[in-house]
Each structure stands twice: as C-alpha cells, then as structure tokens.
C-alpha cells in the first residue's frame, strides 16, 4: 500500500507507459470505449426514462378510462348485440363497492366518436371544437394545468348549471386577439353564450383530447345535448398504493352487474388502464437500462482483456528490462505491484476519459433534444453511484487483468531473462 | 570475501543431468582482482551466476563477507543482489528507455533511497567514470564504452562488496575494452573485490590473480603480477 502513493512508484509506472505511447493509446481506447458505451446508452435510456414519464405527468399515472360498446353475450334474457349505456347513477354505486377509488369524473363529449362538435362563434370568428362536460374531479386526475388568472368549472358551475367554459391554448389563439385576455370573455357555443372561466394548458397523455378542447359543466352540456343521466365514459383515479389493475376488475364487475351484463362478456364495459400502460413503458425503460447495463459491462470487460493482453505482450518484450531489474534487486513483489498498478492506472485513466467524452456526447444529446417536447426524451443523465460502480468495477478488473501477466513477470528468471537477446 | 567450499551444480537436460561444476574450492580475499578464464562450457558463467545469486547451487557452501548464503528465496536473493553485489555485464544491460543517470538511479531506488540522493549519489559515480556530461543522455546515444562505463557506474552506486562482470569487454574493441579495463583496476586501486569471468588472456593478465576452469574444475589457481591497462 506504501508502493501506492511513493512518487517513485509512479515515475517507474509512467516510465514505462511512455516507453510505448502508440501501443498504450490504442490499449487504452479499448477501455475507453466501453466506458464510453456505458455512460452514453445508460444516459440515453435514462433520458428515454425521463421522457415517458413526462410524457404521462398530464395524467394521474393510476388513471383509468371506463367506457361502455355492446354487449357479445345474451344474458338474463337479453340478447347479445344490446348497447349499454354508463349512467350518473353509477357512479355512487362504484364508490361504494370497490375499494381504492380516489376520484371518479364522469365525462360527455360531443366532437369525438362520431358525434357533431360545438360550433363556436366569436365576432366574425368561427370554428368547430369538441365539448366535454366535465366534473369539478376531472383535473384532480388529469393533470392538465389551468393558465393563471383562471380557473377549472367548479361544484357551483354545476349546481346551477353555468354557461361557463374552459377553453384550450389552441382555441384561445383562434378565437382571440393575440394580446386580449379571454377571461371574463363571452363566446358562443351552438348560439348559447359562455363565459370564458379559464384556459387549459395541453398536455399530450393517453387516449385523446387536444389542445381546442372546451370544457363546460357536465349539467349545463347534458342541458344543452339533452343528454339526462347518459355518461360518455368515466375517468377514474385509483389510490397511490393500491393495484391499478385489480381497481379496473373490480370496476368493471360492478358496471356489468348494474347493467345486467354476462360476467363474461369482454365487450361490453372497455376500458384503458393507463397505469397499465405507465407501468409497461417503465418497465420498458427499465428494460433498456439493464441492457444498456449489460452491453456496458461487457465491452469494458472486453476492454481490459485487451489491456491485460497488451500487459502480456509487454511483459514478453519487456523480459530482459525485468531481468536486469531483478538482477539489481528488485524483489518479486515489487516487480509484480509494478505491472499490476500498470494495469490499474491504465484502466482507470482510460476509464476517466470515457466518462468525461460520454457525459460530452449526453450534453450534446440533451443539447439537441430539449425544445424537442414530442420526444420522450429528457436529461439524460447516468446517476453519480452508476459512474462510480462502473470505475471501481473497472479498477477491480483492471487488478485482476494484471495478476495474469505480473504473475508472468514474476515467473522469470533473472539469469534466463539476462540470457535473452 | 567469498568462501566457496566443494560446489557442485548441475543441470537437468531431459533424461540427462549435465554435470558442470564438480566440486569447487575457491576464496577470495578483499580487494583481490580475479579473473575467471576457461573456454565455453568450462562452467565460468554457471560459477558467476551462483555467485551473483542468480543462480542456486546443488550443493557446498557460499559465504559472502560472512553471511552464509543459503536458503534463498527470490525476494531474499534480490535483496542480497541489491545489498552485496554489482553487475557488470557483456551486452551492458541498460535499460534502454532511461536516461544514463536514471539506469545509475535505479539500483539505489531498490535500496529505498530518497529521489534526491538516489540523484546525487548516482550523478558522483557517473563523474567518477567520466560522464557526468552525459547524464541525460539514453544509452542509444552512447558508444560501447560509454555504455559500459554506466553499467559500472550502476553497478558502483549500490556500494557492493563485490564486483562481477561477465566478458566486460567482449562486445568492446581492443582500445575501448582497455579503456574500460584501466577503470576497472582503479577501482580495484581503492579497494573493491573485483571478479571478472573472460576468455581473453590480455584481460586476464590485467588482474591480479588468475583462476582457470576446465570441465567444471579449477585446473589453475594463481596469483598474477598485474599489467596496467593504459
């Protein structure tokens, strides 16, 4: 250990480093290029990582949607083929039975699925977007955010049936003046005025929506689209800790009982499970960090057999430099920490430069991809402890390599080593 | 000095043992100038290697200034080449990607000395054979003779007791092997127990005593009124 930190120990080391710069270099970029493999892919899927989840930060990552087709099964005397209808009234009876519900918005919508959107009029100004009519809990579940000054619809929205409404980016830029504030602001949807509470800002999730969305209370849209007790689907947010998928089950033998629907029948009552979905893009994520883990580990390893190779051949050229050293009196052990620390300094100066072009190339990757918000990609970054393990992984390999050809070193004779020429 | 008491080694050549040396007595005193003759295959080298520890003998007994040396491992070898001893060999043996001073440097970097007076020390003995000019210099860029004269400084720097040089002047022409010769007498002059295996009798008749090896024997064993080199 003494060996380790004498200046001498080291004069010797790069002595003999420099002695065969060429061969050292390219020795070295074998490492090099491991590490740098690692830290770029295991940074890049951390990016990839960090994408997805912002891709599904709109969205409560326990969300799921319930939406009611047609039933395939004929049961207690209906026959198949039956369309099923979601009502309000389901929704107190699910709150009831299946445990783990956070939030429940039941939601209409007239613009997707077929139906005729709202057409709106402001001024000469005109367009068709589509409508939903929301509860006060959709926001609490889809995270979508409400530009200051304004506000989501709210529990009095709905009790007295408000001609309110919440309108997106897209719609605001298309309806207004580049510098006017929509707030407080009245446009027309289907020759009903409404007050504009709030703009919503867009966020890509899952399912659908977009950025010209316009919210208004659920009791004023069933009012206006005649709609009574009908629910288009229903959005619901499972508790953090609970199962998500269990949740969705549970929810879907509740509504299938209420509506008289075989057990069986997969049809009828769909739903899209977006923790579901969440959990198996992660786990994909995570996926490609453990290969990215695996590829990492084996090219630095492919690296220090190189070096431990090159020790070997440097070992055998370097047979009489040895030999006279032997002669004057170094000891085996100091022969042996010599080529060993050789293999140990190569290896982790290699292994240096590799992290550092590596984090270079992340920057430059980073660099590239931050206004690029359709791309799930985000900060790709390669935790301080996985830089950390990787360089001390390299430093043991690095040792053990060396044991091979120190052990080589050590083996020969001084007086067979002289005789060489 | 050296007390060598009814040596014998051989070696193992397959089925074969080849015997080479059969039973050598042999001392040397301090300050002696002794020069091993015998022509290839008398055992001169095999003898200079078992008195340079880089060779074990079979049996017999070596003692070196009163250390019996037996039992040696490696690192116990190593440190008795490093204390007791200096080589001086016929290819020179400088390592040839180090500096003249730093080849001088490097026995005493064995010792364990300081780099300072591992400097100091070696630059006084590559002065003492004449080229302190040449201390940065690397080996490729002296001539056979200089290269020799830092091979002594080297073997000179760890203050040995004795001295052993194989053929020192065998790769060397007549008036650079002189040259060498002269200094390796001076340094004899102050004292140094000096042995030196050749096969030439010019080199031989420059020491002060004369040992002749034949078939792993001592045929000859005598003293020899020393001719100056120069």
């Not at chain 2, 201390?135 to 004795?162: C, D, F, Y």
Request: aromatic share 8%; hydrophobic share 40%.
């Amino acid at each position: 250990m003494k060996r380790l930190f004498d200046k001498d120990t080291w004069q010797e080391i790069f002595g003999s480093i420099k002695k065969n710069r060429t061969r050292t270099i390219i020795t070295m970029i074998g490492v090099l290029w491991g590490i740098f493999i690692y830290i770029t892919l295991a940074g890049s899927s951390k990016g990839l990582d960090n994408g997805f989840e912002r891709a599904f930060q709109s969205i409560a990552s326990n969300s799921i949607f319930v939406w009611a087709q047609y039933t395939s099964l004929p049961y207690a005397g209906y026959k198949a083929e039956r369309g099923i209808q979601l009502k309000l009234s389901d929704v107190d009876v699910l709150k009831k039975r299946v445990q783990g519900i956070k939030f429940i918005a039941p939601r209409n919508v007239a613009g997707v699925f077929g139906s005729a959107g709202g057409s709106i009029v402001r001024g000469t100004k005109t367009g068709t977007y589509s409508i939903y009519g929301e509860y006060p809990e959709y926001i609490k579940i889809a995270t979508s955010k409400i530009y200051d000054g304004g506000r989501f619809i709210n529990e009095s929205d709905i009790k007295y049936e408000r001609k309110v409404c919440v309108i997106g980016e897209r719609t605001q830029l298309e309806l207004f003046e580049e510098d006017e504030d929509p707030i407080g602001k009245f446009i027309s949807i289907n020759k009903m005025n409404f007050r504009v509470v709030g703009v919503h800002k867009f966020v890509q999730g899952g399912g659908f929506g977009d950025d010209g969305d316009i919210y208004i209370p659920f009791a004023t849209f069933k009012k206006i689209f005649n709609t009574g007790e009908n629910v288009n689907f229903f959005m619901i947010a499972a508790d953090e800790n609970v199962n998500g998928v269990r949740v969705e089950k549970e929810i879907k033998a509740t509504l299938k009982e209420i509506h008289k629907i075989h057990p069986d029948d997969e049809r009828a009552i769909a739903g899209f499970n977006l923790g579901e979905v969440f959990r198996k893009t992660m786990n994909f994520a995570n996926g490609l960090t453990f290969l990215s883990l695996v590829v990492g580990i084996t090219t630095i390893l492919a690296g220090v057999i190189g070096i431990g190779n090159i020790l070997l051949i440097s070992v055998k050229e370097r047979t009489k430099e040895i030999g006279i050293r032997r002669a004057l009196g170094a000891t085996p052990s100091e022969v042996r920490s010599q080529i060993i620390l050789e293999s140990v300094f190569l290896t982790t100066l290699a292994g240096v430069i590799g992290i550092i072009l590596g984090s270079f190339v992340l920057y430059g990757i980073n660099a590239a991809t931050i206004d690029m918000t359709d791309f799930p990609y985000t900060n790709p970054t390669v935790p301080i402890p996985y830089v950390l393990g990787a360089l001390g992984f390299m430093i043991i390999l690095g040792t053990l390599i060396g044991i091979i050809p120190a052990q080589r070193a050590v083996s020969i004779k001084p007086i067979d080593a002289l005789r060489e020429e | 000095m050296i007390k060598i008491k009814d040596l014998h080694k051989s070696y193992k050549m397959g089925s074969n043992s080849l015997h080479v040396l059969k039973g050598i007595n042999f001392d040397v005193e301090e300050g002696e100038l002794v020069a091993i003759m015998g022509s290839s295959g008398s055992g001169k080298s095999t003898l200079l290697n078992i008195l340079g520890m880089l060779d074990l003998l079979d049996s017999g007994s070596y003692e070196l200034d009163g250390v019996p040396i037996k039992d040696l491992d490696e690192t116990k070898a190593a440190n008795y080449r490093n204390k007791f001893l200096g080589f001086v060999f016929q290819s020179f043996n400088l390592i040839n990607y180090k500096t003249a001073l730093e080849n001088v440097t490097l026995p005493l970097y064995y010792q364990g000395l300081k780099r300072k007076d591992r400097e100091e020390t070696a630059l006084k003995y590559l002065d003492d054979v004449g080229l302190k000019e040449w201390a940065t210099h690397l080996p490729s860029e002296l001539s056979g003779g200089q290269k020799q004269r830092v091979a002594i400084a080297r073997a000179m720097a760890s203050k040995p007791k004795v001295l052993l040089a194989d053929e020192p002047t065998g790769a060397l022409d007549s008036k650079t092997s002189k040259e060498v010769m002269a200094l390796i007498q001076q340094i004899n002059k102050s004292g140094k127990t000096i042995l030196i295996v050749t096969h030439e009798e010019d080199i031989a008749k420059m020491c002060s005593r004369i040992v002749r090896l034949k078939d792993g024997v001592i045929m000859e064993d005598k003293k020899n009124k020393m001719i100056s080199a120069i």
